[in-house]
């Protein structure tokens, strides 16, 4: 089976989580800017992984939006974070960037990446410190944005190469 894995990185999460995945399945890797849907017509499995902002899957939409040439495909999809996995919070991932429809053509996974103020351009840095200040206004924290303000001077980086091993069996189930 030949696979390619596509991603979109700001902060280079979601980068070393395709690399780790790209070596163990022997894959060949793209950043999602260098390639086009008709790329991956050779494939059997096409991976996409991308960063949370606001829920939202960077740069997915190059994959649901031709979903319908990916058919016959494995399709995973990965999304990379800061806050910790839950049932939940997965579940909000999933049900906000995918239709049900399209859910039945792709399988997603999340992985826990981290965050890293500085390597933010301008605008998404403006969007953080917003974020920030609205924190900060609050009168009581739980401990996920304690951590998310504490890390605005601290990156933080939650990577772990055995995160893909679901990932990985799931490609070769």
Known sequence: ???????????????????????????????????????????????????????????????????????????????????????????????????SDEQNYLQFFYLRGGFNYCKLKHFDKILMTLLKWKLKMKKELTPDERGMLSSYNNPVDFTRKKNIDEIITYVNS
């Open 1 to 99: 089976m030949k696979t390619v894995v596509l991603y979109k990185s700001k902060t280079g999460f979601a980068k070393i989580y395709a690399e780790w995945i790209a070596g163990k399945l022997s894959a060949d890797i793209f950043d999602v800017s260098e390639v086009n849907i008709n790329i991956l017509t050779a494939y059997d499995t096409v991976i996409y992984g991308g960063g949370l902002y606001a829920v939202g899957i960077n740069g997915v939409k190059f994959i649901t939006q031709n979903l319908d040439k990916l058919k016959d495909k494995k399709v995973v999809i990965f999304a990379t974070g800061a806050s910790p996995s839950t049932a939940k919070a997965i579940r909000a991932v999933r049900d906000k960037n995918f239709t």
